[in-house]
């Protein structure tokens, strides 16, 4: 297309040399241009995808959130199996707790990767002595250097007490 393009500026009267280095530059340009820039940011960026469930029962039902991921270096996971990338904050509590992610893309590698991953809760129970409780979920994820994604909210999710 370009080729066609160039050729109806250049068979023109008006200045066909300088228009064909102007097209020329113009194209050069923008080929560069697309070539240098990572498709997603460096820094990762998740979404929510999924929930299993909205009302579960303590200890029978296994709560999976599964999330996607983007990021334009791909220096998602570690190979420290001590270290974790993912961090999921039950909103009943104060703290976060990590889970392990291998490297996403070879260590040393540039590429930009995108993905789902799941997160599987066997176990949720209620804390207090109510038949139910609800609860929310806050997850993000930490890359190998040191970005950290936005942080995600599930929906609401209802523990029932397992009778």
Known sequence: M???ILKT????D???????????IAL???SCQNEAEPPFSIIPEISLVDISHD?????????VLTIEYKDGDGDIGFEDPDQNAIFVRDARLEDYDGFYIGPVAPIGSNVPIQGKVDIEFPS???FGNRDSE?????????DRAGHESNTIETPAVVIKRNN
């Open 2 to 4: 370009a080729s066609i």
């Open 9 to 12: 500026i250049c068979l023109s």
């Open 14 to 24: 008006y200045n066909r040399h300088l228009a064909c280095l102007l097209v020329l």
């Open 28 to 30: 050069t340009l923008y």
């Open 55 to 63: 009302t579960i029962v303590e200890y029978t039902e296994t709560l």
């Open 124 to 126: 949720i129970f209620l």
């Open 134 to 142: 609800t609860t929310r979920f806050y997850i993000r994820l930490i």
